[in-house]
Protein backbone atom coordinates (compact mmCIF):
# COMPACT_ATOMS: atom_id res chain seq x y z
CA UNK A 1 0.00 0.00 0.00
CA UNK A 2 1.78 3.47 -0.82
CA UNK A 3 1.49 6.41 1.88
CA UNK A 4 1.74 9.86 0.86
CA UNK A 5 5.16 11.59 2.22
CA UNK A 6 4.83 13.64 5.04
CA UNK A 7 5.59 17.00 4.25
CA UNK A 8 4.94 19.27 6.94
CA UNK A 9 8.60 19.34 8.15
CA UNK A 10 9.54 20.75 4.67
CA UNK A 11 7.21 23.58 4.88
CA UNK A 12 8.58 26.85 4.70
CA UNK A 13 7.54 28.04 7.75
CA UNK A 14 9.68 25.48 9.65
CA UNK A 15 12.52 27.23 7.54
CA UNK A 16 11.48 30.03 9.08
CA UNK A 17 10.67 28.94 12.50
CA UNK A 18 13.99 27.47 12.85
CA UNK A 19 15.78 30.11 11.45
CA UNK A 20 14.24 32.07 14.19
CA UNK A 21 14.91 29.73 16.80
CA UNK A 22 18.63 29.03 15.72
CA UNK A 23 18.96 32.76 16.22
CA UNK A 24 17.75 32.50 19.27
CA UNK A 25 20.31 29.75 20.22
CA UNK A 26 17.61 26.91 20.09
CA UNK A 27 18.33 23.84 18.28
CA UNK A 28 14.95 22.66 17.74
CA UNK A 29 11.74 23.86 18.96
CA UNK A 30 11.32 21.22 21.15
CA UNK A 31 14.63 22.04 22.86
CA UNK A 32 12.89 25.58 23.04
CA UNK A 33 10.09 24.42 24.74
CA UNK A 34 11.90 22.63 27.23
CA UNK A 35 14.49 25.20 27.83
CA UNK A 36 12.62 28.49 27.41
CA UNK A 37 9.99 27.06 30.00
CA UNK A 38 11.82 25.16 32.32
CA UNK A 39 10.44 24.08 35.76
CA UNK A 40 11.92 27.43 36.83
CA UNK A 41 10.29 29.93 34.62
CA UNK A 42 8.08 32.53 35.93
CA UNK A 43 9.21 32.40 39.85
CA UNK A 44 7.25 35.02 40.94
CA UNK A 45 3.71 32.85 39.88
CA UNK A 46 1.20 33.37 43.00
CA UNK A 47 0.50 29.85 43.48
CA UNK A 48 4.50 29.26 43.85
CA UNK A 49 4.17 31.13 47.57
CA UNK A 50 0.88 29.17 48.50
CA UNK A 51 1.63 25.46 47.05
CA UNK A 52 4.35 23.08 47.25
CA UNK A 53 4.90 20.69 43.71
CA UNK A 54 3.68 16.95 44.55
CA UNK A 55 5.53 14.74 43.13
CA UNK A 56 3.87 13.25 39.60
CA UNK A 57 0.49 11.11 39.76
CA UNK A 58 -0.05 9.19 36.98
CA UNK A 59 -3.54 7.77 38.41
CA UNK A 60 -5.05 11.28 37.45
CA UNK A 61 -6.49 11.69 40.88
CA UNK A 62 -5.66 14.33 43.55
CA UNK A 63 -5.70 13.25 47.23
CA UNK A 64 -6.63 15.74 49.74
CA UNK A 65 -5.25 14.81 53.31
CA UNK A 66 -7.29 16.32 56.62
CA UNK A 67 -6.33 15.94 60.10
CA UNK A 68 -2.78 14.65 59.93
CA UNK A 69 -0.50 17.34 61.99
CA UNK A 70 -2.23 17.48 65.48
CA UNK A 71 -1.04 18.99 68.58
CA UNK A 72 1.10 16.21 70.43
CA UNK A 73 0.44 14.87 74.00
CA UNK A 74 2.37 15.17 76.53
CA UNK A 75 4.11 12.34 77.78
CA UNK A 76 3.87 11.07 81.26
CA UNK A 77 6.51 10.33 83.89
CA UNK A 78 6.02 6.41 85.01
CA UNK A 79 8.34 3.86 86.70
CA UNK A 80 11.06 2.35 84.58
CA UNK A 81 9.09 -0.79 84.36
CA UNK A 82 5.52 0.69 84.02
CA UNK A 83 3.98 0.59 80.71
CA UNK A 84 3.17 3.79 78.45
CA UNK A 85 0.65 5.95 78.35
CA UNK A 86 -1.83 4.84 75.73
CA UNK A 87 -2.98 7.93 73.19
CA UNK A 88 -5.62 7.60 70.89
CA UNK A 89 -5.19 7.24 67.28
CA UNK A 90 -6.78 9.73 65.81
CA UNK A 91 -6.49 9.41 61.96
CA UNK A 92 -7.57 11.14 59.06
CA UNK A 93 -9.52 11.45 56.09
CA UNK A 94 -8.69 11.64 52.81
CA UNK A 95 -10.86 13.09 49.90
CA UNK A 96 -10.39 12.02 46.18
CA UNK A 97 -11.26 13.01 43.23
CA UNK A 98 -10.32 13.41 39.06
CA UNK A 99 -8.02 16.32 38.14
CA UNK A 100 -8.84 18.61 35.81
CA UNK A 101 -7.28 20.14 32.67
CA UNK A 102 -6.74 23.14 31.45
CA UNK A 103 -5.86 24.57 28.06
CA UNK A 104 -5.25 27.54 26.47
CA UNK A 105 -4.07 28.05 22.16
CA UNK A 106 -3.32 30.09 19.47
CA UNK A 107 -2.84 30.60 15.82
CA UNK A 108 0.37 30.63 13.41
CA UNK A 109 -1.96 31.28 10.53
CA UNK A 110 -0.73 32.00 6.73
CA UNK A 111 -0.77 36.00 6.88
CA UNK A 112 1.76 35.42 10.09
CA UNK A 113 3.78 33.49 8.22
CA UNK A 114 3.84 36.17 4.97
CA UNK A 115 5.12 38.60 7.13
CA UNK A 116 7.86 36.45 8.51
CA UNK A 117 8.37 35.77 5.41
CA UNK A 118 8.66 39.40 3.80
CA UNK A 119 10.91 40.50 7.16
CA UNK A 120 13.08 37.54 6.33
CA UNK A 121 13.11 38.68 2.87
CA UNK A 122 13.84 42.34 3.50
CA UNK A 123 16.56 42.17 5.38
CA UNK A 124 17.94 38.88 5.38
CA UNK A 125 19.36 36.84 8.62
CA UNK A 126 19.64 39.33 10.83
CA UNK A 127 15.69 39.91 11.07
CA UNK A 128 15.25 36.59 12.38
CA UNK A 129 15.39 37.75 15.57
CA UNK A 130 12.10 39.37 15.22
CA UNK A 131 10.31 35.91 13.99
CA UNK A 132 12.37 34.61 17.09
CA UNK A 133 10.94 37.38 19.42
CA UNK A 134 7.50 36.75 18.18
CA UNK A 135 7.38 33.04 18.31
CA UNK A 136 8.80 33.79 22.11
CA UNK A 137 6.41 36.59 23.12
CA UNK A 138 3.34 34.37 21.87
CA UNK A 139 4.32 31.03 23.00
CA UNK A 140 5.26 32.82 26.72
CA UNK A 141 1.46 33.94 26.90
CA UNK A 142 0.23 30.48 26.86
CA UNK A 143 2.83 28.74 29.53
CA UNK A 144 1.98 32.16 31.49
CA UNK A 145 -2.06 31.65 30.78
CA UNK A 146 -1.01 28.16 32.63
CA UNK A 147 0.11 29.70 35.55
CA UNK A 148 -2.32 32.65 35.52
CA UNK A 149 -4.98 29.91 35.87
CA UNK A 150 -2.94 28.00 38.15
CA UNK A 151 -2.51 31.16 40.90
CA UNK A 152 -6.57 32.50 40.49
CA UNK A 153 -7.44 28.72 41.13
CA UNK A 154 -5.20 28.23 44.30
CA UNK A 155 -6.23 31.64 45.25
CA UNK A 156 -10.19 30.31 45.06
CA UNK A 157 -9.37 27.20 46.91
CA UNK A 158 -7.51 28.98 49.82
CA UNK A 159 -9.92 31.89 50.45
CA UNK A 160 -13.45 29.39 49.96
CA UNK A 161 -12.16 26.19 50.36
CA UNK A 162 -13.58 24.93 46.99
CA UNK A 163 -12.75 25.54 43.48
CA UNK A 164 -16.47 26.52 41.07
CA UNK A 165 -16.34 27.19 37.59
CA UNK A 166 -18.55 30.19 36.21
CA UNK A 167 -19.06 31.77 32.96
CA UNK A 168 -16.91 35.28 34.41
CA UNK A 169 -13.98 32.75 35.16
CA UNK A 170 -14.46 29.79 32.59
CA UNK A 171 -15.91 31.76 29.63
CA UNK A 172 -16.10 29.10 26.61
CA UNK A 173 -14.96 26.00 28.93
CA UNK A 174 -17.03 24.02 31.18
CA UNK A 175 -19.37 25.88 33.50
CA UNK A 176 -20.34 24.97 37.35
CA UNK A 177 -17.35 22.35 37.26
CA UNK A 178 -16.42 21.89 41.29
CA UNK A 179 -14.06 20.80 43.73
CA UNK A 180 -15.09 21.10 46.95
CA UNK A 181 -11.77 20.88 49.40
CA UNK A 182 -13.86 22.25 52.63
CA UNK A 183 -17.04 19.72 52.79
CA UNK A 184 -15.54 17.71 55.55
CA UNK A 185 -13.89 20.27 57.60
CA UNK A 186 -16.13 21.36 60.60
CA UNK A 187 -18.90 23.80 59.56
CA UNK A 188 -18.42 25.57 63.32
CA UNK A 189 -15.20 26.78 60.78
CA UNK A 190 -16.93 28.96 59.17
CA UNK A 191 -19.07 31.65 60.33
CA UNK A 192 -20.19 35.53 59.95
CA UNK A 193 -19.55 38.78 62.15
CA UNK A 194 -20.08 38.19 65.63
CA UNK A 195 -20.02 34.49 65.30
CA UNK A 196 -16.96 33.66 67.24
CA UNK A 197 -17.21 35.37 70.02
CA UNK A 198 -18.53 38.63 72.27
CA UNK A 199 -15.90 41.29 71.00
CA UNK A 200 -17.06 41.11 67.71
CA UNK A 201 -20.90 42.59 67.06
CA UNK A 202 -23.45 40.99 64.93
CA UNK A 203 -23.05 43.63 62.38
CA UNK A 204 -21.18 43.82 58.72
CA UNK A 205 -18.50 45.00 58.26
CA UNK A 206 -20.05 47.67 56.07
CA UNK A 207 -22.60 48.88 59.42
CA UNK A 208 -20.90 51.45 61.61
CA UNK A 209 -22.10 49.41 64.27
CA UNK A 210 -19.52 46.24 63.53
CA UNK A 211 -16.46 45.90 65.40
CA UNK A 212 -13.75 44.42 62.55
CA UNK A 213 -11.03 44.26 65.23
CA UNK A 214 -13.27 42.36 67.51
CA UNK A 215 -13.97 39.53 65.11
CA UNK A 216 -10.12 39.22 64.63
CA UNK A 217 -9.85 38.71 68.35
CA UNK A 218 -12.40 36.22 68.59
CA UNK A 219 -11.34 34.55 65.92
CA UNK A 220 -7.96 34.30 67.26
CA UNK A 221 -9.22 33.26 70.62
CA UNK A 222 -11.31 30.02 68.99
CA UNK A 223 -8.12 29.54 66.57
CA UNK A 224 -5.81 28.86 69.77
CA UNK A 225 -7.81 27.76 72.11
CA UNK A 226 -10.57 25.46 70.65
CA UNK A 227 -8.68 24.32 67.64
CA UNK A 228 -5.31 24.31 69.67
CA UNK A 229 -2.68 25.07 66.75
CA UNK A 230 0.69 25.76 68.52
CA UNK A 231 2.32 26.99 64.61
CA UNK A 232 2.36 30.53 63.64
CA UNK A 233 -0.82 32.14 62.03
CA UNK A 234 -1.86 34.74 59.61
CA UNK A 235 -4.76 36.55 58.82
CA UNK A 236 -5.47 36.72 54.94
CA UNK A 237 -8.01 38.80 53.23
CA UNK A 238 -7.73 40.85 49.73
CA UNK A 239 -7.17 44.56 49.75
CA UNK A 240 -11.14 45.48 49.72
CA UNK A 241 -11.95 43.93 52.71
CA UNK A 242 -9.09 45.24 54.20
CA UNK A 243 -9.68 48.98 53.29
CA UNK A 244 -13.02 47.73 55.10
CA UNK A 245 -11.19 47.03 57.88
CA UNK A 246 -9.04 50.07 58.05
CA UNK A 247 -11.67 52.60 57.28
CA UNK A 248 -14.09 51.66 59.78
CA UNK A 249 -14.87 53.92 62.53
CA UNK A 250 -13.88 51.59 65.62
CA UNK A 251 -10.36 50.50 63.69
CA UNK A 252 -9.75 54.55 63.09
CA UNK A 253 -10.48 55.09 66.84
CA UNK A 254 -8.80 52.37 68.62
CA UNK A 255 -5.58 52.46 66.04
CA UNK A 256 -5.56 56.25 66.30
CA UNK A 257 -5.90 56.58 69.79
CA UNK A 258 -3.29 53.74 70.30
CA UNK A 259 -0.75 55.37 68.19
CA UNK A 260 -1.39 58.75 69.05
CA UNK A 261 -1.30 57.63 73.24
CA UNK A 262 -4.52 59.07 73.30
CA UNK A 263 -4.31 62.62 72.29
CA UNK A 264 -5.93 62.39 68.90
CA UNK A 265 -8.64 65.12 68.33
CA UNK A 266 -12.11 62.76 67.52
CA UNK A 267 -13.33 65.20 65.78
CA UNK A 268 -10.49 64.74 62.93
CA UNK A 269 -10.88 61.02 63.00
CA UNK A 270 -12.30 61.05 59.19
CA UNK A 271 -9.10 62.40 58.47
CA UNK A 272 -6.91 60.08 60.05
CA UNK A 273 -5.10 57.50 57.38
CA UNK A 274 -4.67 53.94 58.76
CA UNK A 275 -2.06 51.30 56.78
CA UNK A 276 -1.43 48.22 56.71
CA UNK A 277 1.80 48.42 58.49
CA UNK A 278 -0.10 50.40 61.46
CA UNK A 279 -3.04 47.79 61.98
CA UNK A 280 -0.25 44.82 62.15
CA UNK A 281 1.78 47.10 64.30
CA UNK A 282 -1.22 47.54 66.73
CA UNK A 283 -3.14 43.71 66.39
CA UNK A 284 0.91 42.35 67.09
CA UNK A 285 2.55 44.54 69.71
CA UNK A 286 -0.77 45.72 71.38
CA UNK A 287 -3.61 42.91 71.40
CA UNK A 288 -0.45 39.81 70.51
CA UNK A 289 -2.99 38.94 67.02
CA UNK A 290 -0.67 37.60 63.92
CA UNK A 291 -0.68 39.97 61.76
CA UNK A 292 -2.46 40.36 58.30
CA UNK A 293 -1.40 39.65 54.47
CA UNK A 294 -3.36 41.38 52.38
CA UNK A 295 -3.65 39.89 48.72
CA UNK A 296 -3.93 41.59 45.61
CA UNK A 297 -3.21 39.57 43.05
CA UNK A 298 -5.76 39.40 39.60
CA UNK A 299 -6.20 37.51 36.85
CA UNK A 300 -7.37 38.45 33.58
CA UNK A 301 -9.80 36.31 31.26
CA UNK A 302 -10.88 36.82 28.12
CA UNK A 303 -14.41 36.74 26.32
CA UNK A 304 -17.03 38.15 24.45
CA UNK A 305 -18.89 41.22 26.08
CA UNK A 306 -22.92 40.26 24.68
CA UNK A 307 -23.83 43.58 24.11
CA UNK A 308 -20.81 44.77 22.38
CA UNK A 309 -20.16 41.18 20.97
CA UNK A 310 -16.37 42.21 21.23
CA UNK A 311 -13.68 40.64 22.81
CA UNK A 312 -12.69 41.87 26.25
CA UNK A 313 -10.36 41.24 28.96
CA UNK A 314 -11.84 41.10 32.51
CA UNK A 315 -9.84 41.51 35.37
CA UNK A 316 -10.69 38.85 38.51
CA UNK A 317 -9.68 39.06 41.73
CA UNK A 318 -8.17 35.94 43.06
CA UNK A 319 -8.95 35.77 47.02
CA UNK A 320 -12.63 36.04 47.62
CA UNK A 321 -14.34 39.40 48.79
CA UNK A 322 -15.79 39.61 51.95
CA UNK A 323 -13.67 36.85 53.30
CA UNK A 324 -11.05 36.40 56.27
CA UNK A 325 -9.30 33.75 56.85
CA UNK A 326 -6.99 32.52 59.50
CA UNK A 327 -4.55 29.81 58.97
CA UNK A 328 -1.24 28.68 59.85
CA UNK A 329 1.32 30.22 58.36
CA UNK A 330 3.41 29.34 54.90
CA UNK A 331 2.19 26.84 52.60
CA UNK A 332 -1.59 26.14 51.65
CA UNK A 333 -1.34 22.60 50.10
CA UNK A 334 0.41 21.05 47.37
CA UNK A 335 0.50 21.05 43.53
CA UNK A 336 -0.81 17.68 42.51
CA UNK A 337 -0.27 16.76 38.97
CA UNK A 338 0.02 13.73 36.06
CA UNK A 339 1.73 14.85 33.12
CA UNK A 340 0.54 15.18 29.99
CA UNK A 341 0.52 12.31 27.63
CA UNK A 342 2.50 11.95 24.42
CA UNK A 343 1.24 8.71 23.50
CA UNK A 344 -0.86 10.60 19.90
CA UNK A 345 2.40 12.55 19.52
CA UNK A 346 3.08 12.28 15.94
CA UNK A 347 5.68 13.85 13.19
CA UNK A 348 3.25 15.99 12.17
CA UNK A 349 1.80 16.91 14.58
CA UNK A 350 3.98 16.23 18.13
CA UNK A 351 3.80 17.38 21.73
CA UNK A 352 6.51 19.61 23.65
CA UNK A 353 7.35 18.91 26.81
CA UNK A 354 8.08 22.09 29.50
CA UNK A 355 7.76 23.49 32.94
CA UNK A 356 9.94 20.59 34.07
CA UNK A 357 7.37 17.91 32.15
CA UNK A 358 3.77 19.30 33.58
CA UNK A 359 2.97 21.14 31.05
CA UNK A 360 2.70 19.57 27.71
CA UNK A 361 2.03 21.95 23.88
CA UNK A 362 0.84 20.39 21.64
CA UNK A 363 1.44 21.20 17.71
CA UNK A 364 -1.48 20.82 14.84
CA UNK A 365 -1.17 21.52 11.48
CA UNK A 366 -4.67 22.91 10.37
CA UNK A 367 -4.40 22.45 6.97
CA UNK A 368 -8.17 23.52 5.63
CA UNK A 369 -7.16 26.86 7.53
CA UNK A 370 -3.94 27.31 6.22
CA UNK A 371 -2.74 27.92 10.23
CA UNK A 372 -0.77 26.05 12.53
CA UNK A 373 -2.26 25.69 16.43
CA UNK A 374 -0.04 25.21 19.52
CA UNK A 375 -2.26 24.20 22.77
CA UNK A 376 -0.63 24.22 26.03
CA UNK A 377 -2.73 22.20 28.63
CA UNK A 378 -2.20 20.64 32.00
CA UNK A 379 -3.95 18.37 34.20
CA UNK A 380 -3.82 19.44 38.13
CA UNK A 381 -4.89 20.87 41.06
CA UNK A 382 -4.00 22.95 43.85
CA UNK A 383 -5.06 20.98 46.53
CA UNK A 384 -5.03 22.32 50.04
CA UNK A 385 -3.59 20.71 53.28
CA UNK A 386 -5.12 20.34 56.33
CA UNK A 387 -8.28 22.81 55.52
CA UNK A 388 -9.75 21.64 58.91
CA UNK A 389 -7.52 24.19 60.98
CA UNK A 390 -8.62 27.05 58.50
CA UNK A 391 -11.06 29.15 60.01
CA UNK A 392 -13.23 31.36 57.65
CA UNK A 393 -14.98 35.09 58.65
CA UNK A 394 -18.01 36.10 55.96
CA UNK A 395 -17.46 39.80 56.80
CA UNK A 396 -21.01 40.85 54.53
CA UNK A 397 -23.27 39.06 57.02
CA UNK A 398 -23.84 39.02 60.59
CA UNK A 399 -24.70 35.75 62.59
CA UNK A 400 -27.85 35.06 64.06
Not at 210 to 217: E, H, K, Q, T
Request: include cysteine; proline fraction near 4%.
Amino acid sequence: MAYLQQQTHQAEWYKFLNEGLRFGGFDSVSVFFRDQFSENIYPDAKWKELFRVAEENRTGEYTQVIGTNRVPIMANYVARDAEGHLIHNRGFKLNTDSMPTMKLALNFNEKAFLEAQYLALRGGRPEYERVFNSFMNDTSDLIAGIHTLRSYTGLQVESTGKYITTKENNSGGLINLTFDFIAKAPETNRRKCGGFGKQGKKFAWSNDKANPIGDLRDMWEYYRRTLRIPNPAVFRMNDATFNTLANHPTTLMQVAVWKTNGTINTDNLQNYVVTLEDVNEYLSSRLRLPKISVEDWFGVVQGIDPKTQKVVDTPLVGFADNTVLIRPDGYVGELQWQAPTTIFSTQDNPMYLSDGGKIGIQQEVLSARKAMQFTAEFTGMTVPENIDRFLYLDTSAAAA
